[in-house]
């Protein structure tokens, strides 16, 4: 089985966490988590698909093992989280890639989607929305807040971030919860318990209506690109309906949808059956899926910038500036 490997980049002015598996020259596959997890939600996925593609798990800004800046120098909106994803596959050298979209990752891999079309190979939504009516009733208390953003509508948000939250996100829906690993929604409830994480998430939950904006733009990228598109879905999900992932059919006719018996996070209980699907789904899609091309960046004036990555093993401290670290073992 291949292992995974824990490292640190510089992109964008931050420290980005991530995990690596696969060989360096393999198709690779980004993987962007949702709220309010971070890349260890893919810890049983990546040895899975390992033997065959690149993948590589971020944490977000604000989440996991990334940066968390809360002196007001990095804006915590779905743009800010894209515009520095963007920055993270250019340090990286990441040409083209395919994206495993879930939750708060669909919007971030989206709207990379919608400034570089041609890097885009695949994606595969877990869970990740791009239709309005793929929202539940479950928003309904964030639609408030979007309507009046009144302090008594943002500490009513709190409620999402309680650890009794965390749990119920991971186990409602699962028809068996003793098949639930604890380990996951622990960690998530460690890392909402930081200072100045609470803020962080609810104005992530305060912009999420930005995404609905651009939902427009998502639909009519799927029609004009057509990427082979795969959705792996929990349909028990209490925010995300199955008619999410159905409404996909309608831009993208060719689009494989499947449904799984279980909740939001579907990797918990169906890991080897999602790897499966995914390993099915980009042999014989068109996807073509390239792993690393010589590419450059853009800087905020559109002026091409040479790439410098600086790359570090994950213990704190540990940065080689100028220098990629070694490929995972395979």
Same mark, same amino acid.
């Given at each position: 089985?291949?292992?995974?490997?824990?490292?640190?980049?510089?992109?964008?002015?931050?420290?980005?966490?991530?995990?690596?598996?696969?060989?360096?020259?393999?198709?690779?596959?980004?993987?962007?988590?949702?709220?309010?997890?971070?890349?260890?939600?893919?810890?049983?996925?990546?040895?899975?698909?390992?033997?065959?593609?690149?993948?590589?798990?971020?944490?977000?800004?604000?989440?996991?093992?990334?940066?968390?800046?809360?002196?007001?120098?990095? =804006?915590?909106?779905?743009?800010? @989280? %894209? #515009?520095?994803?963007?920055?993270?596959?250019?340090? /990286?050298?990441? *040409?083209?890639? $395919?994206?495993?979209?879930?939750?708060?990752?669909?919007?971030?891999?989206?709207?990379?989607?919608?400034?570089?079309?041609?890097?885009?190979?695949?994606?595969?939504?877990?869970?990740?929305?791009?239709?309005?009516?793929?929202?539940?009733?479950?928003?309904?208390?964030?639609?408030?807040?979007?309507?009046?953003?009144?302090?008594?509508?943002?500490?009513?948000?709190?409620?999402?971030?309680?650890?009794?939250?965390?749990?119920?996100?991971?186990?409602?829906?699962?028809?068996?919860?003793?098949?639930?690993?604890?380990?996951?929604?622990?960690?998530?409830?460690?890392?909402?318990?930081?200072?100045?994480?609470?803020?962080?998430?609810?104005?992530?939950?305060?912009?999420?209506?930005?995404?609905?904006?651009?939902?427009?733009?998502?639909?009519?990228?799927?029609? =004009?690109?057509?990427?082979?598109? @795969? %959705? #792996?879905?929990?349909?028990?999900?209490?925010?995300? /309906?199955?008619? *999410?992932?159905? $409404?996909?059919?309608?831009?993208?006719?060719?689009?494989?949808?499947?449904?799984?018996?279980?909740?939001?996070?579907?990797?918990?209980?169906?890991?080897?059956?999602?790897?499966?699907?995914?390993?099915?789904?980009?042999?014989?899609?068109?996807?073509?899926?390239?792993?690393?091309?010589?590419?450059?960046?853009?800087?905020?004036?559109?002026?091409?910038?040479?790439?410098?990555?600086?790359?570090?093993?994950?213990?704190?401290?540990?940065?080689?500036?100028?220098?990629?670290?070694?490929?995972?073992?395979?």
């Amino acid at each position: 089985m291949t292992k995974t490997a824990y490292r640190r980049i510089i992109a964008g002015g931050l420290e980005i966490f991530y995990r690596e598996a696969g060989r360096a020259s393999a198709p690779a596959i980004l993987l962007l988590h949702g709220f309010p997890t971070a890349s260890h939600m893919f810890r049983d996925l990546m040895p899975r698909l390992g033997d065959r593609f690149r993948l590589i798990a971020p944490d977000l800004p604000g989440f996991g093992q990334t940066d968390m800046p809360t002196d007001g120098r990095f =804006r915590y909106t779905f743009e800010s @989280l %894209a #515009v520095t994803m963007a920055r993270f596959t250019e340090a /990286l050298q990441l *040409g083209r890639f $395919a994206m495993y979209i879930f939750d708060y990752g669909a919007p971030v891999g989206l709207r990379m989607a919608l400034q570089f079309p041609e890097r885009i190979t695949a994606i595969i939504s877990q869970n990740g929305n791009a239709y309005e009516e793929g929202l539940s009733d479950g928003w309904n208390p964030i639609r408030a807040y979007w309507a009046d953003a009144s302090q008594a509508n943002r500490k009513a948000l709190r409620a999402f971030l309680s650890p009794e939250t965390t749990i119920w996100q991971y186990t409602h829906g699962v028809p068996d919860t003793t098949s639930v690993s604890p380990d996951g929604f622990s960690l998530d409830n460690f890392y909402l318990a930081r200072p100045g994480a609470d803020d962080i998430q609810l104005d992530l939950l305060g912009d999420y209506q930005s995404n609905i904006a651009l939902y427009p733009d998502f639909q009519a990228y799927f029609r =004009r690109h057509k990427p082979p598109f @795969l %959705a #792996v879905w929990g349909r028990n999900d209490p925010f995300f /309906l199955p008619a *999410g992932a159905e $409404a996909f059919r309608r831009d993208l006719p060719n689009a494989d949808v499947r449904f799984f018996d279980t909740g939001h996070f579907a990797l918990e209980t169906h890991c080897d059956e999602i790897a499966a699907a995914i390993g099915d789904f980009l042999a014989g899609s068109k996807a073509d899926p390239i792993g690393t091309d010589s590419i450059r960046s853009l800087d905020r004036a559109g002026a091409p910038a040479a790439v410098q990555p600086e790359v570090s093993d994950a213990r704190p401290g540990k940065r080689a500036a100028g220098r990629r670290a070694s490929a995972a073992d395979d």
